[in-house]
Nanobody, 119 residues
Framework: QVQLVESGGGLVQTGGSLRLSCAAS????????MGWYRQAPGKQRELVAT???????NYADSVKGRFTISRDNVKNTVYLQMNSLKPEDTGVYYC?????????????WGQGTQVTVSS
């Protein structure tokens, strides 16, 4: 059974930093593209950053230069280092694992972790 468990969210002031972690179980981590998405109140879920199994990264324009996604294939964990946080970064951050390029017909989501940036 695949499980994604996020941690590291919290309340931080503008300009501060947070590091999110997502631990994956179920044997799909190494073959999955991993991603972070976020959803602000009243808005649709949006892509923040992704990293392929080979390590290629992609970022939303709004976070380029401030956020860094990385993965540890030994610990089966993906990270999101968030620096220079802004109030508009506030939202629930979700971890996503997508193995469909290699195996299966679905992707997987974590339960989300709240990030609140105060002005």
């Amino acid at each position: 059974q695949v499980q994604l468990v996020e941690s590291g969210g919290g309340l931080v002031q503008t300009g501060g930093s947070l590091r999110l972690s997502c631990a994956a179980s179920g044997g799909i981590f190494s073959i999955s593209a991993m991603g972070w998405y976020r959803q602000a109140p009243g808005k649709q879920r949006e892509l923040v950053a992704t990293i392929t199994s080979g390590g290629s990264r992609n970022y939303a324009d709004s976070v380029k230069g401030r956020f860094t996604i990385s993965r540890d294939n030994v610990k089966n964990t993906v990270y999101l280092q968030m620096n220079s946080l802004k109030p508009e970064d506030t939202g629930v951050y979700y971890c996503n694992a997508d193995p469909r390029g290699v195996w299966g017909s679905r992707d997987y989501w974590g339960q989300g972790t709240q990030v609140t940036v105060s002005s």
